[in-house]
């Protein structure tokens, strides 16, 4: 499987990411634009996750696993991604704003950015007894931090590696 | 060979001479009358590793004693402190040379070849004076008698070994080649000659004399690998920068290319970490040069293997298997080696956790060190670098572990058994012990059968020490 | 279905850091020695294979699922209702069970007491002395720190005839800077830890794994497991999955039999000349109420009605704020500092006494919760993470609780799978607890200010976490009408029946009670081996 999204093979029936953007949210992640996708719906996650992550690549293997749990976890979940493309496409909601739009507007896509966040930065699909971990080393929020950070488990490195001040 | 200056840099060993020159069991000043020479000689008998077999774990040094567990009974190495009752306090000097370079005793009894003596007889005369002088005069008298070696007919023939010198020991001490330099001369005697590296890392023949068509070529010691470390860029190490080679000889390690294990942490824990730069960077510059021997299975150095990478995706979000036998090797390595070596086999940021890419003991086609790290650990004295796993991981999944490992991040023509996992956990191939007596008696005078399992057998007990 | 007999001299119940350091000593003496516990075993390489695979990293119990024969308390995803909670305060404790107990999972801080903690009913008119001092002690405190492979520094108020087996552990920078930037106003000290600053035992020195809690991958860190795999080896027989669900006595009281479930229910029958109960501070006193007869209807060791009672723990709430300065919490261990002067003082007549803990734990995850919860999204997210995972710091307070016999352990109504009454809880945080937090709070100021300090959050107010040092439910004490054992943790009541645990310290005072308990269990060794003529055991053997 490719490491990035930018180099993933051609399949037949895809299309292009681009094909499903505003100009507005197309100036969001300029780099995905290229990026094939299976299906419209799948489309609309990968759209929807290179706003919220705010990273310039997203690792293709881990958006599908990612987005086949969420699929698992809740058969609407692809359906209420694909709106809420929707939503901002239209409304050129800035990514920052978008949470609080949707909370102040008791939207029922309000849970949807929360379970892709959580999906990307934590690694984590789904809640309470259903929760699984399908991201740990390679969740964002440990990728952000892996110049400075191992995640804990990891060794930081041999003893007293840690006096040093981090640079 | 002149003395080196050089040792005296050496805290330790200059720490070491006061201390046990106030403790006053050793010969007093007015018996030693050159305290230059017994340094120098103390300095030879650490690159000589004496101390690997005469120093008992926790005893007093040289004091013998040391059991050296072999199929056909236990081979006890003696005190070679300068006792008169229990040591070699009575040897002159020319008996104490016959002794270390022909495995003659004072007494006329021949040494089994557990005694180096076939490498030793390189050493020149005028280090056979300056060890003889520290034996003599910087090691602590000790009368104790350790037990006698007692091993069964045939082997308690000690004359037998007449024969085996006669068509194998090469008497002459080093001769200097005068169209190479004296570094290039010194690394060669050393090597060869009184750190006798040879012994482990040439092969033998069928009589278990070194083979001199593939001196440093690579044998196995028991269930450890004692590498090719001729000048060949694939199967030895000519891949290696002298620096390197320095580092890996001076510290056990050499960021990104090995780590030593088993016996070699030994041999530098005891012998090599004490040698000084210039001595290292002498072995070094020989080793660069030893006649290539090469394994055309060999297609690149051992340690330009591999790139990170990771099978977090089959083991992420899906459950721990109840049976730990089943666990894959994706998972082995997440639960077991990851910790340190982390996700991708990369190592801390600083190196010191070692990547397991560009790593030589997975770049290897021959995967008896890396079965043996993994079950053993590695060691350096006093530190468990790495713990071994012989207590926590069955064969089945040191075999699981192992084969994920060199796919992954390694030379995948090597593979693991469990089986092998199984052999190596029992201290190595035993079987062929058989096969070999056999051959032997059938084919062989029988006095010459006597050196022949006593060397295999040291070189066994070299690899199960840890 | 008759049940099968076993028999040894000794049975130990619990294979904790405890019971088995107890085994461990009995069996090196030459005596027989069985123990028995709840749970199964688990290796190492189980637990840190399900904490990287738990969708609940932050809840250090996820790679510990409860047996369903022998469960412990869970609380998340939701609670398991195993511990039930009487109120008024919420009690809820944490632990393990299975072979080597809970400190599978600690900070593997092993403190000592500081001499005044025996003695603070004498000194503060509070709470009890103990039986003994801290003189009396210390060898025991020396032994349990060579057998364990402790570390510290040498200024924490606890005076000591040897040295540590092993230096300080080293410091990380964060923990630097903190101690540089605090200096004169406090002195921040090293923490004493079961962590290797070396190689010690055949086991590493610490690779700053930052994970210590819920599990230290490489055993860098002492604990239970360990401590079960060495009374193993030194002759003890454990039993896991054995269930201990009644004691029996004879005419004279004296303890005859254990009696235990394996997971399908088929009871078994051990018999023994003398017992230990080492099965935690809970399931110790639960298993003697469990085990009523008609002669000691109250249940075992129970005539001064003090079982389960004077249950204590450190509560703790906390100050997080913002540094002026980067210092990447989440390098090294997770634990390794504190400021020490507010242990002991004459205060303690007022107001709970406390050591201030700086905590080392990555900031990552949490801040990528709250993150989340705001709604923060795009280029924002990354910056804000690091941010507060380079800034971040949290100071909190280990507060010292009083014994109060409303603070208690009993039976509840209703029954675990194995038909068996789970045990509850009944606690609540008292003034001088509540006290001991105000007056913390102006420490926390002090030090937030002294770090440059923004972006203030105090823990909720009235809410106080809790640090499952779980003591006094088997208190020791000299009079049989207000204590459960004597200064040797032998029941007033059963002449050959003994505690070791946490349960038996008549105070917490403000450290960690591992070490505490570790080192009177050795004391009670020292004693069992010298009365009954067995060859007590000769010098602690150093590990080193």
Not at chain 1, 45 to 63: P, T, V
Not at chain 1, 135 to 163: C, Q, R
Not at chain 2, 197 to 205: A, E, K
Not at chain 2, 386 to 394: I, Q
């Amino acid at each position: 499987m490719p490491d990035n999204v930018l180099d993933a093979p051609a399949v037949t029936r895809r299309c292009l990411l681009a094909s499903l953007l505003t100009a507005y949210t197309a100036s969001l992640i300029p780099w995905a634009l290229a990026q094939p996708v299976d299906n419209a719906d799948q489309g609309a996650f990968l759209a929807i996750s290179a706003i919220l992550a705010g990273r310039q690549s997203l690792n293709a293997q881990q958006a599908k696993r990612l987005y086949d749990a969420l699929k698992a976890d809740d058969e609407g979940f692809p359906k209420m991604a694909r709106e809420l493309l929707a939503l901002i496409n239209d409304r050129k909601i800035a990514p920052l704003e978008l949470q609080q739009v949707l909370d102040g507007e008791k939207s029922p896509l309000a849970g949807v950015p929360r379970k892709i966040a959580t999906a990307w930065f934590l690694g984590i699909v789904g809640a309470g007894a259903k929760a699984r971990c399908l991201a740990y080393e390679t969740a964002l929020n440990a990728i952000i931090v892996s110049d400075v950070l191992k995640p804990p488990t990891y060794a930081y490195g041999v003893y007293g590696s840690w006096t040093a001040k981090p640079t | 060979m002149p003395s080196n200056p050089s040792t005296w840099r050496f805290p330790i060993l200059i720490i070491v001479l006061v201390v046990t020159a106030l403790a006053g069991e050793v010969a007093s000043a007015a018996d030693n009358p050159d305290a230059a020479l017994v340094e120098q000689g103390r300095y030879l008998a650490i690159a000589g590793d004496c101390a690997a077999c005469h120093t008992a774990p926790g005893g007093k040094p040289m004091a013998g004693g040391v059991a050296i567990a072999t199929p056909i009974g236990s081979i006890i190495s003696t005190n070679i402190t300068p006792s008169k009752t229990s040591g070699i306090g009575n040897y002159s000097l020319e008996e104490f040379s016959a002794a270390l370079r022909r495995g003659v005793r004072a007494d006329g009894q021949r040494l089994y070849p557990a005694m180096p003596y076939t490498s030793y007889a390189k050493i020149t005369d005028a280090d056979v004076k300056a060890l003889y002088a520290y034996f003599m005069h910087g090691v602590e008298t000790v009368d104790h008698k350790p037990p006698e070696t007692r091993l069964p007919f045939p082997f308690n023939i000690r004359l037998a070994m007449m024969a085996w010198n006669w068509l194998f020991l090469d008497t002459r001490p080093y001769a200097p080649d005068p169209a190479k330099d004296a570094e290039w001369n010194r690394g060669a005697y050393l090597t060869i000659g009184l750190a006798h590296c040879d012994d482990c890392h040439t092969p033998r023949n069928i009589l278990m004399a070194e083979q001199n068509s593939r001196l440093l070529g690579g044998a196995e010691l028991g269930a450890w690998f004692a590498p090719n470390i001729t000048s060949d860029a694939d199967s030895g190490i000519g891949a290696w920068s002298v620096d390197n080679l320095v580092r890996y000889m001076r510290d056990g390690h050499a960021s990104g290319v090995a780590q030593a294990a088993g016996p070699m942490a030994e041999a530098i824990d005891n012998s090599l970490r004490y040698l000084t730069e210039e001595d290292l960077r002498a072995i070094a510059v020989y080793l660069k040069t030893v006649p290539a021997v090469h394994d055309s299975a060999d297609t690149k150095p051992p340690f330009a293997w591999g790139t990170a990478g990771d099978a977090l995706s089959t083991i992420r979000g899906v459950a721990v298997p109840a049976d730990r036998d089943q666990w894959s090797g994706a998972r082995l390595y997440d639960a077991y080696c990851a910790t340190c070596h982390q996700a991708q086999g990369q190592g801390s940021f600083d190196g010191g956790l070692p990547s397991l890419f560009h790593n030589t003991t997975l770049g290897r086609a021959n995967t008896s060190n890396l079965v043996m790290a993994i079950l053993d650990g590695v060691h350096r004295q006093p530190d468990v670098d790495m713990p071994g796993f012989a207590n926590e991981l069955s064969d089945r999944q040191v075999a699981t572990l192992s084969s994920y490992l060199i796919q992954r991040f390694g030379n995948p023509s090597g593979s693991v058994t469990v089986d092998q996992v199984k052999t190596a956990r029992a201290g190595g191939p035993s079987g062929n012990w058989l096969v070999l007596a056999a051959r032997l008696v059938i084919g062989i005078v029988v006095l010459i059968l006597v050196a022949v399992p006593i060397i295999a057998l040291i070189r066994r007990r070299r690899s199960v020490s840890v | 279905m008759m049940p099968d007999v076993t028999a040894a001299d000794f049975v130990v119940i619990g294979s904790g850091i405890i019971g088995s350091t107890v085994a461990r000593r009995l069996a090196e003496a030459g005596a027989s020695v069985l123990i028995l516990e709840a749970g199964p075993r688990v290796t190492r390489g189980e637990v840190v294979a399900r904490f990287r695979n738990s969708p609940r990293r932050s809840d250090w119990m996820s790679p510990y699922p409860p047996a369903p024969w022998a469960p412990h308390p869970i609380y998340q995803p939701e609670s398991n209702n195993y511990l039930l909670q009487a109120g008024p305060y919420p009690y809820e404790a944490e632990y393990i069970r299975q072979v080597g107990g809970t400190t599978w999972h600690w900070a593997a801080h092993a403190w000592r007491n500081v001499p005044n903690d025996f003695k603070i009913k004498s000194l503060y008119g509070v709470g009890v002395d103990w039986p003994f001092g801290y003189d009396d002690l210390e060898p025991f405190y020396q032994e349990a720190e060579e057998l364990m492979g402790v570390s510290g520094a040498p200024n924490t108020g606890s005076p000591r005839k040897k040295p540590f087996p092993m230096e300080p552990v080293a410091e990380p920078y964060a923990m630097r800077r903190i101690r540089e930037r605090l200096v004169p106003a406090y002195e921040v000290v090293t923490n004493t830890t079961a962590r290797n600053s070396r190689t010690y035992d055949g086991r590493p020195a610490c690779c700053g794994n930052n994970s210590c809690q819920p599990i230290c991958p490489i055993d860098a860190q002492y604990h239970g497991g360990l401590a079960a795999q060495a009374a193993e080896q030194a002759g003890a027989r454990l039993i896991a999955d054995a269930n201990v669900y009644k004691l029996e006595h004879d005419e004279r009281g004296r303890i005859s039999a254990a009696l235990y479930y394996d997971p399908d229910k088929n009871s078994h029958r051990v018999t023994g000349k003398t017992f230990v109960v080492a099965a935690n501070g809970i399931e110790s006193p639960r298993l003697l109420l469990l085990s009523a007869s008609d002669k000691f209807p109250r249940g075992l060791a129970n005539s001064s009605d003090m079982v389960g009672r004077n249950l204590m723990d450190h509560p703790s709430t906390s100050l997080t704020f913002d540094a002026d300065e980067d210092l990447w919490l989440g390098r090294g261990p997770q634990s390794p500092s504190s400021i020490g002067i507010m242990r002991d003082g004459a205060f303690r007549a007022e107001h709970a006494p406390y050591r201030l803990d700086f905590t080392n734990i990555s900031r990552v995850d949490g801040t990528t919760r709250a993150l989340i919860a705001e709604g923060v999204y795009g280029d924002e997210f990354a910056q804000r993470l690091r941010h507060s995972a380079a800034r971040e710091l949290n100071v909190k307070n280990v507060l010292e609780v009083l014994p109060d016999p409303n603070h208690r352990i009993t039976l509840s109504e209703q029954k675990d799978a194995m038909g068996i009454p789970k045990p509850q809880t009944h606690y609540s945080i008292g003034d001088y607890t509540r006290k001991g937090h105000e007056r913390s709070q102006r420490d926390f100021r002090r030090i937030a200010e002294l770090m440059g300090g923004s972006n203030l959050r105090f823990s909720k107010e009235g809410d106080f976490a809790n640090n499952q040092h779980i003591c006094g439910t088997l208190s020791m004490g000299d009079d049989p009408k207000s204590s459960v054992c004597d200064q040797w943790a032998r029941a007033h009541d059963h002449e050959n029946l003994y505690f070791a645990g946490t349960g038996v310290l008549p105070t917490c005072g403000t450290c960690n009670s591992t070490e505490n308990g570790v080192a009177v269990a050795l004391r009670t060794v020292h004693h069992i081996l010298g009365e009954q003529g067995v060859r007590p055991v000769s010098a602690p053997p150093g590990q080193g």
